[in-house]
């Protein structure tokens, strides 16, 4: 049996509903969903499938909260967060009523949140003047933007600005000191990641867009196919799942900075901290293999000693040793050689564990720069 023929035996038609819980539409916006109109997948929820993908905003928005209160990071990045969350909120109810006050509690969100982002984004580590002039410039942008049109537009314009700012901190300011641990490796996964944030944006604003030009063509089709294969032609919650992965991905790459939060967050203090931990912890390696060395050394004479000893052990009290001194041999009585070499063990078990000391601490300094880094760089 064809696939065509598999796929079209378990397809079922779409439910012909012609009103809902919520009423009829008041929202000045009604996006390209289902075969023909509102209602037509459940009763209660206008858009089902554009409300339902709005849960990746939810996950991420906990997971990004989890995250900045395990990691200590400033309050703002836990605002943009919860706005995150709010976001979704915002979007669920829109979708699901069409009602026009969730649809301004929806674009509204959008913009507050993506203001709130960018501020995180350019304002850290700032002085506090233009941390404030910053502030002031975003309120009145977000404050001037009605237009449903200007909405989507300067939306896109503020994501992408946020976004290719956090590339440039990635690339500028946590790729260095990646590749002074793992050159091959950090290239590789910052360039994938990257690559996959840019695309991914690119394409579910590209799908929405394209779903409100082809809009009659694409319900033809989800008519045509049925459901449950229809869905995959909802380019509205496309959009939905896109941005809320590109986001999650740009969290998540490559678990490499406390820096990046939802988008890559500079700050030269740490920057710098973690160039410092670095150096200090090659410097540790390096002289933790000269301790060794020593210690070995040490180790060597004290056998070699022990060893003298064994073999005087056989000897009389009244024998005469030959001892070396320069190109001359001196006799040297037995009990006093015995006395010297038992004074050169002592010694050099003081110098062992001395070393012994000093090792353990070189070890421990460079195991704890190593977790400090680690702790600096790492996100989920």
Request: glycine share 6%; aromatic share 10%; proline share 3%.
């Given at each position: ?10 397809k ?9 819980f ?15 109109k ?38 703002i ?16 109810l829109?979708?699901?009523t ?7 509690v929806d ?19 700032r ?5 404030v002039?910053?502030g002031?410039?975003l ?14 537009g ?17 690339e ?18 910052l ?43 909802e380019?509205?919650a ?9 986001a ?26 973690a ?12 002289q933790?293999?000269?301790a060794?060395t020593q210690?070995?050394?040490?180790q ?8 003298t ?28 050689l ?9 010694d ?8 012994n ?9 460079h ?14």
């Amino acid at each position: 049996m064809a696939w065509a023929d598999i796929l079209g035996a378990l397809k079922a038609p779409y439910p012909d509903h012609s009103h809902g819980f919520w009423g009829e539409q008041t929202s000045t916006l009604n996006f390209c969903e289902e075969a023909s109109k509102d209602y037509a997948l459940s009763f209660y929820c206008a858009e089902l499938c554009n409300t339902v993908t709005n849960g990746m905003f939810l996950w991420l928005g906990a997971k990004g909260i989890r995250n900045c209160l395990r990691e200590s990071h400033a309050t703002i990045f836990v605002l943009a967060y919860i706005g995150y969350i709010v976001v979704g909120l915002g979007s669920i109810l829109f979708h699901a009523t069409l009602k026009y006050p969730m649809q301004l509690v929806d674009e509204l969100s959008m913009i507050y949140t993506t203001c709130l982002m960018m501020y995180a984004s350019f304002a850290y580590s700032r002085s506090r003047a233009f941390s404030v002039l910053l502030g002031v410039s975003l309120l009145a942008l977000a404050g001037s933007i009605t237009d449903p049109v200007f909405h989507q537009g300067a939306y896109a314009a503020l994501t992408a600005t946020v976004v290719f700012r956090s590339m440039w901190v990635m690339e500028s300011q946590v790729r260095p000191v990646l590749e002074a641990r793992d050159r091959d490796k950090s290239r590789r996964v910052l360039k994938m990641a990257w690559a996959l944030v840019a695309t991914v944006f690119v394409m579910g604003f590209a799908i929405w867009n394209l779903d409100n030009v082809l809009c009659n063509q694409l319900r033809r089709w989800r008519r045509a196919v049925g459901l449950p294969w229809a869905v995959v032609l909802e380019g509205h919650a496309w959009w939905h799942l896109m941005t809320g992965l590109a986001a999650d991905r740009q969290n998540d790459c490559p678990r490499s900075s406390v820096t990046t939060v939802v988008m890559s967050i500079p700050n030269e203090a740490l920057h710098k901290l973690a160039r410092e931990i670095e150096t200090q912890a090659a410097a540790a390696q390096q002289q933790i293999g000269l301790a060794r060395t020593q210690m070995a050394s040490k180790q060597r004479e004290q056998r070699l000693v022990r060893l003298t000893l064994s073999e005087l052990g056989g000897l009389p009290d009244d024998a005469v040793v030959y001892e070396g001194v320069g190109k001359m041999f001196a006799s040297v009585p037995l009990p006093t050689l015995r006395q010297k070499l038992e004074g050169q063990t002592k010694d050099l078990k003081a110098d062992v564990d001395k070393l012994n000391q000093r090792l353990l601490y070189l070890e421990t300094t460079h195991k704890n720069s190593r977790e400090h880094i680690e702790q600096m760089l790492r996100t989920r």
